[in-house]
Each structure stands twice: as C-alpha cells, then as structure tokens.
C-alpha cells in the first residue's frame, strides 16, 4: 500500500506508547534483540511502520532475534512506529536519531540523489534474477538499486458474483462496460461501484494507465497528455450517471462497502482477500482495472514496502548485513512475512511461487495480474505531486473544467515539484 496513504489505511491509527525523538513523534522500540545481544558490538535501529495485520511486530523482532543469533556481534532494535509514519521518518532522517535501515511505501528517488539511502547492488548477487523486473525498476535510479522490496500489495477491482449475475451482467472487460454495469447495479438505495470517498482515489491513475498514458516519464510530468485527459474524462461518466458510492463510513481500502452488501463492485487490495472470503464465501471475483478502449491495457496498481539502508548512519555495513540476510537470503522468513500476518506477494518469484495461499484460485490469479498488468507508482510521485494530479482529476470529474487544461496546468505545477527532488 502507498506511503502516503499508509496513515488512513488498515495499518493506521493504531495505539501504543509514544516518545518523541527530536521533536518527531515514534513509536515503541523494542530491547535490542537476540540471546547474545548483550555482547553485541553494534546495535541497529530498525523502523518499521505499524502494520494491522495480528501478529507482525512480533514477527519483525522474531526475525531480528534470529538474525543476532546468526550474528552475535550485532543486536537489532525494531522502532514500531504507528501514525504518520512516513511524516516521522522524513523528519527523523534529518536527525542525528535517524535509523539504520527503514522500511518506505512508494520508492522515493530523492532519498538516493540526495545520498539519504545506500546503493544495495552488491547485496543481490545471483538472487536478482529472481526478484520480479517491476520491483527491480521501482528501486532503481540512474541504473543503481537503493533497496529491496519486503512484499507487494495489489489493487484491483472485487466484484459480487451472484449480484452480477442476478443482473444479466458480464465482469466489465472494458471502461465503457464498467460504466454500465455500475449504473445498471445502481438502485434507489445502492450503487454500482466504490472507488473511494472522494470518487477518484486510485482511480485516476488507473485511467490513465489503462489508456497507454503515463504519470511521469523520464523526470517529466506526463499526466498532461492528451491520453491522460481522456482516461479521466471519462471517470466523470460514473458521476454523472450517479453510479459511485461516496462518503462511506471507511475508505476503499477496507472491503466493508463490498462485504456489508452496499456495493457489488469495489476497489480494493489484495489485503482485503482474506476478509471477502470469509464474509462472501466464494461468492466473489477480482478484475484489473479495464482498457478504457481499443489499444489500452488492463491495469493493476502494484505498492508494498522496500527496505533502505541510512548511508548517513554509522552502522551501514552492518545494516545492509541485516537487510540482506533477511530480504533476499531468508526465503522461509519472506514467506512467513507475506503469508501468515496478512496477505501479499512476496517479491522474489520464486517464494511467490511456493507460497501456498497463492497458489491456487483467485490468489493464484491475483498473482497473474500483478505479473501481466502491474504498474508502480512512479518515485518521484511524493504527496506534493500526487495532490495536484489528484486534485485536478477531483475539478474534472465534478464537472469544474476542462480535463486537459486542468491536468495540464497540473502537469505544469507538479514538474516544478519533481525537479526539485531530482535537482
């Protein structure tokens, strides 16, 4: 799931102590960890945010435990930290409280012009070849990997089965099938399809990518294009024929409006899967995001979590020590992590295809969708980009203006916005 959405989304607003480390405020940290930690010559400060899943924080100082025992010269705290997490950290890396290894949403590449992260080529040896090429070029910047992918979380389009089929209607395979089939499950008291709150979400982008436009390319604002403006022209379709569900109690990321009968389609993560089954049964299918038209692509956005190493801390090698023996050397520990606290897909291959709760039905096919249609978002689309692409697609589909000039004065405001990262 995005960074920036992180504090709204299952992992957010979850209770614990909390200290304030120069002036930011973190989550609880635990002892530093392993049964020879006490002679532990260097100890690692380890952040992670706080997960929603049961049971994560202690897998994450299991881990740590296990990697001090393996590594007796070094101890591992892990910082779980709940809230704003991406806000926290971004304040503390200017700190001389900074971790030594964190954990980022959506891949920023400023951290790595500006000598934030360390450069992590020398710790993939031969397993590069197995971690997904989409994940390999989220961390990649000027040809140099800055982290490693811990999972991956897809979002795609749920949909009721028998909902669908009471109606006389097809999973939509294009946009102009997915608008009527939401205005034609739309009744006096539901409506066809959730997409968030505000109508857009994550929406907008998907428009944009399943009619072969772009976000930003090459350090350039592509969201001006005249492909772009039509991909999110037509979302005001759906408002206008009143067919979207706005204002619900949660946000797209939880399945409530699906599982609770509100809706009969809805935009959700992989996460969700496990919550639908048990609520629907197997009364349910998933979808990309379709090709808005002949020519477009089917779409599915792919987030998740990238480990990074401090290249400003004073423990870098044994920080990236850590990071490679747990994320690209302990597959039983990256199929623990992604299968047994909630529900992802781990980013080598070749654990994803061992994974036994993705490898068959629409986990199995949700796994497909990410290979064949997955896009990451782009590592220069920081909160301040992303706002003005998705406050202009806000104007548009409410009917404020014309899509191409509001995106491309967007386009023009958000470029300022990513060459100061890239500068």
């Not at 607003?13 to 304030?20: E, Q, R, V, W």
């Not at 009527?180 to 857009?200: E, I, P």
């Not at 048990?278 to 038209?293: N, R, S, V």
Request: glycine residues 10%; contains cysteine; hydrophobic residues 40%.
């Amino acid at each position: 799931m995005s960074a920036q959405r992180a504090q709204l989304s299952r992992r957010g607003f979850l209770g614990g102590s909390i200290l304030f480390v120069a002036g930011a405020a973190v989550g609880c940290s635990t002892s530093p960890s392993g049964g020879a930690s006490a002679g532990a010559k260097t100890t690692l400060n380890v952040w992670s945010h706080a997960y929603g899943e049961a049971g994560t924080q202690q897998a994450l100082t299991r881990y740590a435990t296990e990697f001090t025992k393996a590594n007796p010269d070094i101890a591992v705290k892990v910082t779980w930290t709940p809230g704003d997490y991406s806000s926290k950290l971004y304040a503390t890396l200017l700190t001389d409280s900074a971790p030594d290894v964190f954990e980022i949403g959506d891949f920023s590449e400023s951290l790595a012009r500006r000598g934030q992260i360390a450069q992590l080529d020398d710790l993939y040896g031969s397993a590069k070849s197995d971690f997904n090429p989409g994940d390999l070029d989220a961390v990649t910047v000027d040809g140099k990997l800055y982290g490693v992918k811990t999972l991956d979380d897809v979002v795609m389009l749920y949909y009721r089965k028998s909902a669908l089929s009471k109606a006389g209607i097809t999973p939509p395979d294009s946009f102009d099938a997915l608008v009527a089939a939401a205005k034609a499950l739309t009744g006096k008291k539901t409506k066809g399809l959730f997409l968030g709150n505000d109508g857009v979400s994550e929406g907008a982008a998907l428009a944009v990518f399943s009619n072969g436009g772009d976000l930003v390319t090459d350090g350039k604002a592509a969201f001006g294009s005249p492909q772009a403006a039509e991909a999110v022209a037509g979302l005001k379709r759906l408002h206008d024929d009143r067919s979207l569900l706005l204002g619900f109690t949660t946000d797209w990321w939880d399945p409530a409006a699906l599982t609770q009968n509100v809706v009969p389609m809805q935009l959700g993560g992989l996460w969700s899967m496990p919550a639908i089954r048990t609520a629907l049964g197997d009364d349910f299918g998933i979808l990309p995001w379709p090709a808005f038209k002949a020519g477009g692509k089917p779409v599915v956005r792919v987030g998740g979590w990238t480990s990074c190493v401090n290249a400003k801390g004073k423990n870098v090698s044994a920080a990236k020590k850590f990071v490679q023996w747990l994320w690209i050397q302990q597959t039983d520990l990256q199929k623990d992590w992604s299968e047994s606290y909630g529900f992802h897909i781990p980013p080598r291959m070749s654990v994803a295809a061992s994974a036994d709760k993705l490898a068959q039905g629409l986990a199995k096919e949700s796994v497909e969708l990410a290979a064949n249609y997955g896009r990451h978002n782009p590592s220069t689309w920081n909160s301040a980009v992303s706002n003005l692409f998705t406050a202009a697609a806000a104007k548009i589909v409410s009917g404020q203006g014309d899509a191409a000039r509001l995106l491309a004065d967007a386009a023009k405001q958000a470029q300022s916005e990513i060459d100061k990262q890239r500068a």
